[in-house]
């Protein structure tokens, strides 16, 4: 897959608007809200994206520091959602079937 066919990609480069806008960025990673599924209005509070900014399918595509900032972002939004929001849970899923692109 291309980086120009790249929804994620298209994202970090802000082709794609995102609510909110994006809510962390370093020359790794990302962070970010939820995007509108299209036909759709809202989205769930709370949904919230860590990507690494470089193309990579998957976790073993990572370099070791884009592993560890991708990692230590991951706990520090689960943090600030428990502490902020009083979430009893954070659940971390890894996504990437439909996008070429690692997304958590």
Not at 27 to 54: M, Q, W
Request: charged share 15%.
């Amino acid at each position: 897959m291309s980086y120009a066919n790249c929804f994620v990609c298209q994202k970090h480069q802000g082709d794609v608007p995102i609510p909110g806008g994006i809510i962390y960025e370093d020359d790794l990673a990302c962070v970010s809200h939820s995007i509108i599924p299209e036909g759709e209005n809202t989205t769930y509070l709370g949904i919230f994206f860590v990507e690494p900014k470089r193309h990579a399918a998957g976790w073993a595509e990572l370099t070791e520091a884009e592993a560890q900032r991708v990692g230590l972002l991951i706990q520090r939004v689960s943090h600030a959602l428990q502490v902020s929001e009083g979430a009893e849970h954070i659940y971390t899923f890894t996504f990437g079937h439909h996008v070429d692109h690692l997304h958590v």
